[in-house]
């Protein structure tokens, strides 16, 4: 082996090749070196280049109140935000001819009747989300006569807003929603009262945020809002929103999703556990069932299918994966990185319906909206066979069932048997006498007992997981062969049905941790 390479480094081609090679790589690492210290050198001077903020003459600290970069004080832009601001000033202290506001509200005055409109004037109302559906809706209210609203927004408009928002312009792109939105309608109803909030909504700040109006801070009490319009299009957020709403009893609209739909004649008002072609309002559903919140939220949804042709939520290119973490790519933390196919009209009518519904609803005008289909008699139903079949399959065990209780909700049903199962048999698809009960037997007991005596307390230990739904004549034979029985359950059902059930199963396991 030794006598091989010293025969081999003796070879003059094998020594030569070996210098190349050599020289190729020191070549290589002084042009990469010299490249790395090229961009050095052109960051630094792209850095030293940016007057420093604290610069009392670098235009960004020259914002004016509306948020955005001041412009020169000559420009007709800045001339007109000043007259706007001074007249918007005057009106709200109360400087403003009443008869001029009746005049311009003289359509909706007769419309509404004047105690309607009196209504309206003295109404307080919440918008979260001021991007297209959320700018239509506020553009709509202060155009109808609301004399108090407060936006709540983190966003900025961008280039691509203006497809959608209800009055952004080119000189708006990178100022904040909020301060957009006062800027613009200010010029169109100046006595309207507005309370800016640039920030992110979530649970820790809904209480401060969905909070009374005060005309003075600090001050006691206020004017608790009479309604709150949900323009948010992240799940979770827009969850914690109509949790609290729903908790709190604050009247409350929420706008589903508008993207990917095309066809306004769809567009409807029903209630939230009713709405089911989008996924936008599925997914919130979804959500708010697991929470107990089965129906009682009016909202603004599209009954659009999606079809050949239409478009369809895009997925990410590659390139943008190679940038780097995805998570990075998003506007914020936990917010969707996706690109999002929206006809710019669609927005502004779901947000002018959603207005159209708090209008109506403040000024006492009659809604007669199609009801939504009661449920609540088939959950309770379904409730009281899961109890009972519990109580059944642990007797079958060998186990005392007295005072067995089931962790089983009326969200859990709902969300089950609606969204899971769509009210059908996953055996059969008869979507009549439907009911929940376990699919496989459970290997050693179905119930977890804890203290003793007079304290001891019996739970099932049925989960979300673990529930199918059936026809009642199919539960009575599943509890025969598979409970009773102890039948595989491949000698009942076949591979298919089989394999159908536990993908279904896998997909509402999955949602355990949003109960």
Same mark, same amino acid.
């Given at each position: ?9 003796a070879n003059p081609r094998l020594q ?111 918008? =979260? ?6 700018? $239509?809706?506020? !553009?709509? #209210? /202060?155009?109808? %006569?609301? *004399? &108090? ?7 900025? =408009? ?6 959608? $928002?209800?009055? !952004?312009? #080119? /000189?708006?792109? %990178?100022? *904040? &929603? ?19 909030q640039q920030e992110k909504f979530d ?313």
């Amino acid at each position: 082996m030794s006598s091989f390479f010293s025969n081999s480094l003796a070879n003059p081609r094998l020594q030569l090749l070996a210098t190349a090679v050599a020289s190729g790589a020191t070549v290589a690492s002084l042009i990469l070196g010299y490249q790395a210290l090229q961009r050095e050198e052109r960051l630094v001077e792209l850095k030293s280049s940016i007057p420093p903020l604290t610069d009392s003459d670098h235009p960004l600290n020259k914002l004016n109140s509306f948020g955005a970069a001041a412009a020169s004080s000559d420009s007709p832009a800045d001339l007109e935000d000043a007259r706007t601001q001074a007249l918007a000033k005057r009106a709200q202290a109360g400087d403003y001819d009443e008869e001029l506001i009746v005049e311009q509200l003289a359509r909706n005055r007769v419309f509404l009747t004047p105690e309607g409109l009196t209504k309206l004037l003295n109404a307080f109302v919440i918008v =979260v989300g001021c991007g297209g559906v959320g700018s $239509h809706c506020i !553009a709509s #209210l /202060a155009r109808s %006569g609301v *004399s &108090k609203l407060r936006l709540i927004d983190f966003d900025q =408009v961008t280039l691509s807003s203006l497809n959608r $928002h209800a009055v !952004a312009t #080119l /000189a708006d792109v %990178g100022a *904040s &929603k909020v301060h957009c939105l006062q800027r613009r309608l200010m010029a169109v109803a100046p006595w309207v009262k507005y309370d800016l909030q640039q920030e992110k909504f979530d649970a820790s700040v809904a209480e401060r945020l969905l909070g009374p109006w005060k005309e003075n801070k600090g001050a006691e009490g206020g004017q608790r809002p009479d309604f709150i319009v949900d323009a948010i299009d992240n799940i979770d957020t827009k969850v914690e929103l109509l949790k609290y709403c729903h908790d709190n009893s604050l009247p409350v609209i929420s706008a589903m999703g508008a993207g990917c739909k095309s066809d306004p004649t769809r567009i409807i008002v029903g209630d939230i556990g009713a709405s089911r072609d989008d996924g936008l309002s599925r997914a919130t559903r979804r959500r708010l069932k697991l929470l107990g919140i089965t129906s009682g939220i009016p909202a603004v949804f599209s009954t659009e299918q999606s079809g050949e042709g239409k478009a369809e939520l895009l997925p990410l290119p590659d390139e943008e994966f190679q940038k780097g973490s995805v998570g990075d790519l998003g506007v914020m933390p936990s917010f969707r990185v996706r690109i999002l196919p929206v006809l710019g009209t669609m927005p502004a009518i779901f947000g002018l319906t959603a207005a159209n519904h708090v209008i109506l609803s403040i000024a006492g005008y009659p809604l007669d909206y199609v009801p939504a289909k009661g449920r609540e008699k088939m959950y309770e139903g379904i409730m009281t066979f899961v109890q009972g079949s519990e109580e059944r399959l642990a007797r079958a065990l060998g186990l005392d069932a007295v005072g067995l209780k089931t962790p089983i909700t009326m969200g859990d049903v709902a969300f089950l048997s609606e969204e899971m199962y769509h009210a059908r048999s996953i055996i059969s698809g008869i979507a009549t006498k439907i009911v929940l009960i376990r699919w496989r037997k459970p290997e050693g007991s179905n119930m977890a007992v804890i203290g003793e005596g007079k304290q001891v307390q019996k739970c099932s230990t049925v989960q979300l997981g673990d529930l199918v739904c059936m026809t009642k004549e199919e539960a009575a034979r599943h509890e025969k062969e598979i409970f009773r029985a102890s039948k595989p359950l491949h000698e009942v059902y076949d591979e298919v049905t089989i394999r159908r059930v536990d993908a279904r199963l896998a997909i509402a396991a999955k949602h355990q941790m949003y109960r």
